[in-house]
């Protein structure tokens, strides 16, 4: 109810025949959406953490582990997604010029507190083709928000997204706000993650974030130039 993926993937302009990467699927929410729809026309890419290196954060073991056993054995949904592992410190999702579409889910505050987020929007626009799309939808700080506010938040304002991404050669395309959230404040006591689906907050809190829901998200389309 809070993600609206019709609409979301609609205005990014996912079509049949495309072939969209994903970064950092997770455990697949978008992924059994995306697959499925282009099973039999198009190319699903989930970009994720390279198991091969050691020392990363358990999540991102974990997580892969239960993408690839959502696939295993389930071609009759999914067809034959491609799992494109990466480095996080030096990103690469496919080949240059190979992507139509590469869409993000509520990472890119990740990559600005790690500090590589350059990294990312430049290896975005380098697997897609010219005139390619990149989809972004993340949890959406208030205008003027300093830079260590969003860090520790896990709430990025536009501005900051558009910045990253402009840097790297994108055009911003268009804004939505499909997946916006005006109860959200964005200025809970442990960031984002206070509200839904993480509800790291007092159990006395529980109806209050309850009520919020997820968070409010930008959701923001940029076009890699054609020339």
Do not use: C
Not at 18 to 28: A, C, L, N
Not at 45 to 74: C, H, M, S
Not at 137 to 146: I, N
Request: no cysteine; aromatic share 12%.
């Amino acid at each position: 109810g809070y993600r609206h993926p019709r609409e979301t993937l609609a205005f990014f302009g996912v079509e049949l025949g495309d072939t969209v990467v994903e970064i950092t699927p997770g455990g697949g929410w978008y992924s059994e959406i995306l697959a499925p729809y282009l099973r039999a026309r198009g190319r699903y890419v989930a970009a994720i953490w390279d198991d091969a290196i050691a020392g990363q954060p358990a999540y991102r073991y974990r997580a892969n582990t239960a993408l690839r056993e959502k696939f295993a054995g389930n071609a009759a949904v999914y067809g034959a997604p491609v799992l494109q592992p990466f480095d996080p410190k030096t990103p690469v999702f496919g080949a240059a010029g190979s992507a139509d579409v590469v869409l993000t889910f509520r990472n890119a505050h990740n990559w600005v507190a790690d500090g590589n987020a350059d990294a990312y929007f430049k290896a975005f626009f380098d697997v897609l083709k010219p005139g390619g799309t990149l989809g972004v939808v993340d949890h959406r700080a208030k205008p003027g928000t300093s830079l260590e506010a969003q860090k520790k938040s896990g709430y990025l304002t536009e501005a900051l997204v558009i910045e990253h991404a402009t840097r790297a050669g994108f055009r911003l395309d268009a804004r939505s706000e499909v997946n916006a959230n005006p109860a959200d404040t964005a200025d809970h006591p442990n960031g984002v993650w206070t509200l839904p689906p993480s509800n790291r907050h007092d159990a006395a809190d529980a109806a209050k974030y309850k009520a919020i829901g997820e968070s409010d998200r930008m959701t923001l389309r940029f076009v890699k130039p054609a020339r």
